[in-house]
Protein backbone atom coordinates (compact mmCIF):
# COMPACT_ATOMS: atom_id res chain seq x y z
CA UNK A 1 0.00 0.00 0.00
CA UNK A 2 1.46 3.11 -1.23
CA UNK A 3 0.94 6.07 1.66
CA UNK A 4 0.85 9.91 0.26
CA UNK A 5 1.43 12.79 2.93
CA UNK A 6 -0.37 15.62 1.38
CA UNK A 7 1.19 18.54 3.16
CA UNK A 8 -0.61 21.50 4.78
CA UNK A 9 1.59 23.77 6.75
CA UNK A 10 -1.56 25.53 8.68
CA UNK A 11 -2.24 22.94 10.86
CA UNK A 12 0.74 22.72 12.71
CA UNK A 13 4.11 22.34 12.71
CA UNK A 14 4.70 21.08 9.24
CA UNK A 15 8.83 20.13 9.36
CA UNK A 16 7.81 17.67 12.62
CA UNK A 17 5.35 16.03 10.48
CA UNK A 18 7.13 15.70 7.53
CA UNK A 19 9.59 14.05 10.23
CA UNK A 20 7.25 11.89 11.44
CA UNK A 21 5.95 10.63 8.49
CA UNK A 22 9.45 9.51 6.98
CA UNK A 23 9.72 8.09 10.30
CA UNK A 24 6.70 5.95 10.02
CA UNK A 25 7.68 4.77 6.23
CA UNK A 26 5.89 6.89 4.46
CA UNK A 27 6.52 6.32 0.47
CA UNK A 28 5.74 10.32 -0.65
CA UNK A 29 5.05 13.35 0.35
CA UNK A 30 3.44 15.68 -1.80
CA UNK A 31 4.55 19.38 -0.68
CA UNK A 32 1.14 21.03 -1.72
CA UNK A 33 1.53 24.77 -0.65
CA UNK A 34 -0.54 26.66 -3.38
CA UNK A 35 -0.12 29.80 -1.61
CA UNK A 36 3.82 30.29 -0.96
CA UNK A 37 5.59 32.49 -3.57
CA UNK A 38 8.36 30.70 -5.38
CA UNK A 39 11.38 31.45 -3.23
CA UNK A 40 8.68 30.46 -0.22
CA UNK A 41 8.29 27.25 -1.64
CA UNK A 42 11.70 26.11 -2.99
CA UNK A 43 13.06 27.02 0.70
CA UNK A 44 10.58 24.36 2.33
CA UNK A 45 10.56 22.08 -0.10
CA UNK A 46 14.72 21.65 -0.06
CA UNK A 47 13.96 21.85 3.58
CA UNK A 48 11.68 18.44 3.55
CA UNK A 49 14.27 17.04 0.82
CA UNK A 50 17.03 17.12 2.99
CA UNK A 51 14.73 15.56 5.71
CA UNK A 52 14.19 12.73 3.32
CA UNK A 53 17.18 11.97 2.05
CA UNK A 54 18.95 8.85 2.47
CA UNK A 55 15.52 7.50 3.50
CA UNK A 56 12.90 5.61 0.58
CA UNK A 57 10.14 8.30 1.12
CA UNK A 58 10.03 10.36 -2.08
CA UNK A 59 9.43 13.50 -2.40
CA UNK A 60 6.94 15.88 -4.97
CA UNK A 61 5.72 19.59 -4.77
CA UNK A 62 2.52 20.25 -6.12
CA UNK A 63 2.09 22.18 -9.68
CA UNK A 64 5.41 23.55 -9.75
CA UNK A 65 8.10 22.02 -12.10
CA UNK A 66 10.35 24.76 -12.04
CA UNK A 67 10.67 24.13 -8.08
CA UNK A 68 11.01 20.61 -8.34
CA UNK A 69 13.83 20.68 -10.76
CA UNK A 70 15.80 23.71 -8.89
CA UNK A 71 15.19 21.13 -5.93
CA UNK A 72 16.41 18.40 -7.44
CA UNK A 73 13.38 16.45 -5.95
CA UNK A 74 11.55 13.37 -6.94
CA UNK A 75 8.73 14.73 -8.95
CA UNK A 76 5.86 16.64 -9.10
CA UNK A 77 1.47 16.13 -8.56
CA UNK A 78 -0.27 18.26 -10.88
CA UNK A 79 -3.62 18.93 -9.84
CA UNK A 80 -6.78 18.63 -12.38
CA UNK A 81 -6.08 21.64 -14.37
CA UNK A 82 -2.47 21.77 -14.41
CA UNK A 83 0.24 20.99 -17.27
CA UNK A 84 -0.73 18.56 -19.35
CA UNK A 85 1.22 15.19 -18.04
CA UNK A 86 2.91 14.10 -20.87
CA UNK A 87 4.48 17.60 -21.01
CA UNK A 88 6.03 16.88 -17.87
CA UNK A 89 6.57 13.33 -17.72
CA UNK A 90 10.42 13.95 -19.54
CA UNK A 91 11.59 16.08 -16.65
CA UNK A 92 10.57 14.21 -13.14
CA UNK A 93 11.50 10.86 -12.14
CA UNK A 94 8.10 10.59 -10.40
CA UNK A 95 4.39 11.85 -11.36
CA UNK A 96 1.17 11.75 -10.23
CA UNK A 97 -1.86 13.67 -11.15
CA UNK A 98 -5.18 14.51 -9.17
CA UNK A 99 -8.24 13.06 -10.64
CA UNK A 100 -12.12 13.20 -10.10
CA UNK A 101 -13.67 10.73 -13.09
CA UNK A 102 -12.43 7.38 -14.87
CA UNK A 103 -12.18 9.57 -17.66
CA UNK A 104 -9.18 11.66 -15.58
CA UNK A 105 -8.08 9.35 -14.73
CA UNK A 106 -7.34 7.52 -18.06
CA UNK A 107 -5.79 10.48 -19.45
CA UNK A 108 -3.83 10.57 -17.08
CA UNK A 109 -2.38 7.50 -17.35
CA UNK A 110 -1.91 7.42 -21.29
CA UNK A 111 0.42 10.66 -20.66
CA UNK A 112 2.61 8.73 -18.57
CA UNK A 113 1.69 8.96 -15.03
CA UNK A 114 3.09 6.92 -12.34
CA UNK A 115 -0.33 7.51 -10.05
CA UNK A 116 -3.16 9.38 -9.73
CA UNK A 117 -4.90 10.53 -6.64
CA UNK A 118 -8.66 10.16 -6.71
CA UNK A 119 -11.33 11.73 -4.66
CA UNK A 120 -12.84 12.88 -2.57
CA UNK A 121 -13.85 9.40 -1.06
CA UNK A 122 -15.47 10.42 1.86
CA UNK A 123 -16.70 13.12 3.99
CA UNK A 124 -13.76 15.90 3.79
CA UNK A 125 -14.47 19.61 4.66
CA UNK A 126 -15.53 21.78 1.71
CA UNK A 127 -16.20 19.32 -0.91
CA UNK A 128 -18.46 16.73 -1.92
CA UNK A 129 -17.84 12.63 -1.61
CA UNK A 130 -17.76 10.70 -4.62
CA UNK A 131 -17.83 7.54 -2.63
CA UNK A 132 -16.34 4.51 -2.38
CA UNK A 133 -17.76 3.22 -5.62
CA UNK A 134 -16.68 5.43 -7.85
CA UNK A 135 -13.36 4.57 -6.62
CA UNK A 136 -14.11 1.28 -7.83
CA UNK A 137 -14.34 2.04 -11.22
CA UNK A 138 -11.84 4.33 -11.90
CA UNK A 139 -9.52 1.74 -9.64
CA UNK A 140 -10.55 -1.04 -12.34
CA UNK A 141 -10.17 1.46 -15.18
CA UNK A 142 -6.62 1.79 -15.18
CA UNK A 143 -3.16 0.15 -14.48
CA UNK A 144 -1.55 2.75 -12.57
CA UNK A 145 -2.30 2.97 -8.72
CA UNK A 146 -5.05 4.68 -7.35
CA UNK A 147 -4.43 6.95 -4.18
CA UNK A 148 -7.78 7.46 -2.72
CA UNK A 149 -8.44 11.18 -0.98
CA UNK A 150 -10.87 12.94 1.20
CA UNK A 151 -11.87 11.48 4.81
CA UNK A 152 -8.78 8.87 4.98
CA UNK A 153 -9.07 7.33 8.29
CA UNK A 154 -6.82 4.51 10.01
CA UNK A 155 -10.78 2.59 10.08
CA UNK A 156 -11.64 2.90 6.80
CA UNK A 157 -8.16 2.47 4.61
CA UNK A 158 -9.31 -1.14 4.04
CA UNK A 159 -12.73 -0.50 2.86
CA UNK A 160 -10.63 2.02 0.32
CA UNK A 161 -7.82 -1.25 -0.83
CA UNK A 162 -10.78 -3.78 -1.05
CA UNK A 163 -12.13 -1.15 -3.48
CA UNK A 164 -9.02 -1.36 -5.55
CA UNK A 165 -7.21 1.39 -4.25
CA UNK A 166 -3.02 1.08 -4.41
CA UNK A 167 -2.91 3.09 -1.32
CA UNK A 168 -3.85 6.51 0.20
CA UNK A 169 -3.25 10.00 -0.17
CA UNK A 170 -4.28 12.32 3.02
CA UNK A 171 -3.09 15.61 5.21
CA UNK A 172 -4.91 15.24 8.43
CA UNK A 173 -4.48 11.31 8.52
CA UNK A 174 -0.26 12.37 8.69
CA UNK A 175 -1.24 15.06 11.18
CA UNK A 176 -2.74 14.38 14.08
Known amino acids: MIRCYVTDRRQGDLLSHVNAAIRDGVEIIQVREKDLEAKALFELVC ?3 DAAAGTPTKVLVND ?3 VAMAA ?3 GVHLPGNGLAVERVRSFVRLLGCSTHTVDEAVLAERGGADFVIFGPVFDTPGKTPVGIEALRRVAAAVRIPVLAIGG ?3 ENTDEVLQAGAGGIAAIRLFQL
Request: cysteine-free; glycine content about 0%; aromatic content about 0%.
Open 64 to 66: RLD
Open 47 to 49: RVR
Open 72 to 74: KID
Open 152 to 154: ITH
